[in-house]
């Protein structure tokens, strides 16, 4: 789905108030590098990459391969705002059980 700067600039400044919120609530993790890579990820979920929340495991899909770690809060606001799973989930970064391991 493409979207116009404007629209992607907002949800760029979304994702990163979810990572803020996710670390602060978890009482842990490192901001920098999940905020550093924002923008990036808000341009690839939300206008590259050819993905469906209604078919994940489409074979012809796109995949994003992350190697930072520490960055992978930001993946996780992007996932949930495009309704891979719900947000209420976000705040569960790092606790026992989560799938939101981080």
Do not use: W
């Not at 629209?7 to 842990?28: A, G, H, P, T, W």
């Not at 770690?69 to 606790?95: I, M, N, Q, W």
Request: charged fraction near 30%.
């Amino acid at each position: 789905m493409q979207r116009n700067i404007q629209e992607l600039k907002k949800l760029s400044n979304e994702l990163r108030f979810d990572v803020v919120d996710m670390i602060y609530k978890s009482k842990d993790g490192h901001p920098g590098p999940a905020l550093g890579i924002a923008d990036l990820v808000t341009a690839l979920y939300f206008s590259e990459m050819k993905i469906d929340p209604r078919d994940p495991y489409k074979p012809d899909r796109d995949r994003f391969i992350l190697s930072k770690g520490h960055a992978c809060p930001v993946v996780y606001a992007a996932l949930a705002k495009l309704d891979y799973f719900s947000d209420e989930l976000l705040p569960t970064l790092r606790t026992c059980d989560s799938i939101l391991q981080g």
